[in-house]
Structures are given as C-alpha cells and as structure tokens.
C-alpha cells in the first residue's frame, strides 16, 4: 500500500503561483511513477502532469505547458506541481496519483493510488 498526502493548496489571485507536495509513504520501494490530475466543479477528472520514476521524462496538459513544472524528489518520496501565472480556469482540486511503474501515463485508470486532494481556487 501506497498513502499520498498532497498540501500546498489555497486561495490565489490570477497571475499568482503555489507550489502543490505530495508525500508518499508506505510502500516506496517499488519504482513508481506519479501524476497529477485536477476535478473543477461540474467536470470530470482531467489529467494535469505526469513524471516517470526517474524523473526524465514528463508530460503535460496542453493548457498548463510553460506555467505548471512537475518535479520529484525521490530521497524524500516527493512529487511537486510548481504553478506559475495561475488563471481562473485552474481551480480545481487537485490530486496526485501513483502507479507502480518505471513510465507514468496520461491515463488515470492505470493509477492505483490516490491522494485526498487539495483546493487550489484562483480569482480574477
């Protein structure tokens, strides 16, 4: 088992950054890759960045490419969504996610665990 516990959420205004964390603890020895996804109210679930175990190779939702970085630290079992120039349009609760795999993947139903999500609300 895998726990994840994301912080870093909050109130922001438009153009404004936050730094979301997501500790993982439990069983972290297994190579895994991480992702972020978000939920804004009405709407489904929707892939944000992922990052493979090595932390080489990333990817991200078109919206969010040149302001969002996802990072990892895996001496501290950490994964990080830096977010810079934040919009109106990113609020959303965000999770973080993982999967027991080398390569991470756009595709939320092949992640096994889940955090609990963190608000991130920007205003304009």
């Known amino acids: 088992q895998v726990q994840l516990v994301e912080s870093g959420g909050g109130l922001v205004q438009a153009g404004g950054s936050l730094r979301l964390s997501c500790a993982a603890s439990g069983r972290t020895f297994s190579p895994y890759s991480m992702g972020w996804f978000r939920q804004a109210p009405g709407k489904e679930r929707e892939f944000v960045a992922d990052?493979?175990?090595?932390?080489?190779?990333?990817q991200y939702l078109d919206s969010v490419k040149g302001r969002f970085t996802i990072s990892r630290d895996n001496a501290k079992n950490t994964v990080y969504l830096q977010m810079n120039n934040l919009k109106p349009e990113d609020t959303a609760v965000y999770y973080c996610?993982?999967?027991?795999?080398?390569?991470?993947?756009?595709?939320?139903?092949?992640?096994?665990?889940w955090g609990q999500g963190t608000q991130v609300t920007v205003s304009s």
């Open positions: 996610a993982s999967r027991t795999s080398l390569m991470a993947t756009m595709n939320e139903r092949l992640y096994r665990y």
């Open positions: 990052i493979s175990w090595s932390g080489a190779r990333t």
